[in-house]
Every structure is written in structure tokens, then in C-alpha cells.
């Protein structure tokens, strides 16, 4: 992971202070090179729910308000064991659509949720998920982010998804001063192509989750940290920034990071025994 030592951040910041506001063009090129940079950090970026198609991404992301993908995929192998498709959701009891997903809380709304879907997907669309963002909103429990997840990642069409992680980091990276996820989507899709978008959404996410958490941030030893104005926003000391770090960057799970960073993937990793949690 690339270092970049306090003082030289602080320069950058000094810098940037003196120059006073961006220009566009200078803001697009801080843009490409902090992504440039997280692809390098993040060469194994992915979604991280599991799937196995564009249905099945559909159920997930849905099941993933509000709770974390980990859980989420503790509990759909079982879930597309018992009902493959849309059309065995769509029939199943609801009280046992219920129990599957009861791990997950709020699995009373969220069983209705997924069976409404599914009940939709089988009415309008014969069954088989629509590849089109104005179709997917238009299906129950969809908004624009669960359709851009769908498809970026199963149809492999650029999407630019703003969850939480992503609207934060687009703020404190000064790509964007919006907060309503539309126009934080209509700012970074003008920095970079559509060819990197579905990339980006994966990139910025996984940094959200490890590094540039919420709270505290681990300024100290993020790879960005002389491209960003919000340096300092977390400890800049790089030991007690470590210490923050989450998932397969976490201190002592180096193994697991060698994993992923020599192409083995999360099911991969997971059989042979790696817990991937934070
Ligand atoms: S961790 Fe700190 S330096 Fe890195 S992107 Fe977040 S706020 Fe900026």
C-alpha cells in the first residue's frame, strides 16, 4: 500500500492552501489520480455481497439495508437453496421467508419486501430481472442505488452507486459539496468516464470501510492522504492510525490480504477458513 509520510502530506495541504480554490480541470486530475491510486490499494475490489446473477444481486442488495453484507451472506445460500428464483420466492410461506432472513432484523418487512419483488419480476417481466434503470425502479423496494449496484456488477453497465461510504468520502476527497446522493452522482460521474464508474463505486466503498472510516478516520497511513483536503480529519500519527485500520488491511491479518492480492476470491478465501468481517 502506497505511504505517503505526514510531512509530505502536509506540504500537499500547505500547497493547495496557498493556491486557493480548484479549478475544474485541476480537481478532474486530483480525481483520476486518488482513483488511480485506490485501484492499486483495492486491485480486488468487488462487490461484496455474494452472487450468482442479477436476481440474486437483486435479493441481496434489498436484504442489505441496514445491516451488513457479511450477515446478508450468512443468509442467502440458504434463502436460494429453498427458492431458487422468483417465482419459488413468490410462493413460498411468508413465515418461512420470514425465519430465513430473521437474522438480518427488520425480517418481517423485508420477507414482504423480497416476496413483493420477486411476485413483480414474475408478473411483469416473465421472471427475469430487467437490465434497465428505469425499469428497476420501478420495481418495489428499488431506489436508484440498489439499481445502479444491479447493474454495474450483474449486467455490466457503468453505475455510480452513493451509499453511505461513498457520499462521505465523495465530500472529504472535495469532489462534491452535495449531500442529496442524485447530485453527489451527477458530480463524480462528471470527473471520470462511465468506463470507470461501476470501478469507483467499489473503490471508494472498500476505502470507506478500512481507511477513511466515519468516525476516525486512519489519515495517517492513507494512501491518498496528499490528494485529500480533509487530511487530518482522523490521527495523522501512522501507528495509532494502523491501529484503525479495517478488514484485510487490519494488523495481523496479512495473510488474507496476500490472499485476495494474489487473485483468490472472497469464496475462496472464506473456505479456507478466513473470517472477512471488520
Ligand atoms: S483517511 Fe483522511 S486523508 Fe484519507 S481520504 Fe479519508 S480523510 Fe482523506
Known amino acids: 500500500m502506497r505511504f505517503v509520510p505526514a510531512r509530505q502530506a502536509e506540504q500537499a495541504a500547505a500547497r493547495r492552501r496557498r493556491a486557493g480554490s480548484e479549478t475544474a480541470l485541476s480537481r478532474t ?19 461484496e455481497l455474494d452472487f450468482d ?6 435479493v441481496a442488495t434489498v436484504l442489505s439495508a441496514q445491516t451488513t453484507d457479511i450477515r446478508v451472506n450468512a443468509v442467502t445460500p440458504g434463502l436460494f437453496a429453498a427458492y431458487p428464483g422468483p417465482r419459488e420466492l413468490a410462493e413460498a410461506p411468508a413465515e418461512d421467508v420470514q425465519e430465513m432472513v430473521r437474522s438480518l432484523g427488520f425480517y418481517r418487512s423485508k420477507a414482504r419486501s423480497i416476496q413483493a419483488l420477486a411476485a413483480r419480476v414474475v408478473d411483469e417481466y ?7 434503470l428505469a425499469q428497476l425502479v420501478t420495481l418495489p423496494g428499488v431506489g436508484r442505488k440498489t439499481a445502479n ?14 451509499d453511505t461510504h461513498f457520499g462521505r468520502l465523495a465530500r472529504r476527497l472535495g469532489w462534491t459539496v452535495q449531500d442529496d446522493p442524485v447530485k453527489v452522482e451527477a458530480d463524480v460521474a462528471a470527473l471520470f468516464p462511465p468506463a470507470l464508474w461501476t470501478e469507483l463505486s467499489h473503490e471508494l466503498i472498500y476505502h470507506g470501510r478500512r481507511i477513511c472510516h466515519s468516525r476516525r478516520p486512519a489519515c495517517g497511513v492513507c494512501p491518498v492522504a496528499d490528494l485529500c483536503p480533509s487530511y487530518g480529519e482522523g490521527p495523522t500519527d501512522p501507528e495509532a492510525a494502523r491501529q484503525l485500520l479495517g478488514y484485510e488491511l487490519k494488523p495481523g491479518r496479512e495473510d488474507l490480504l496476500a490472499g485476495f492480492m494474489a487473485g483468490r476470491t472472497r469464496r475462496q478465501l472464506r473456505a479456507e477458513g478466513h473470517t472477512l468481517s471488520a
Open 29 to 47: 486530475r486530483r480525481a483520476r489520480r486518488i482513483q488511480r491510486i485506490l485501484a492499486q490499494t483495492y486491485p480486488y475490489a468487488v462487490a
Open 126 to 132: 416473465d421472471g427475469t430481472v430487467p437490465g434497465t
Open 53 to 58: 446473477d442479477a436476481w440474486q444481486l437483486l
Open 149 to 162: 449496484v444491479v447493474l454495474g456488477n450483474a449486467f455490466g453497465v457503468p453505475g455510480i452507486t452513493v
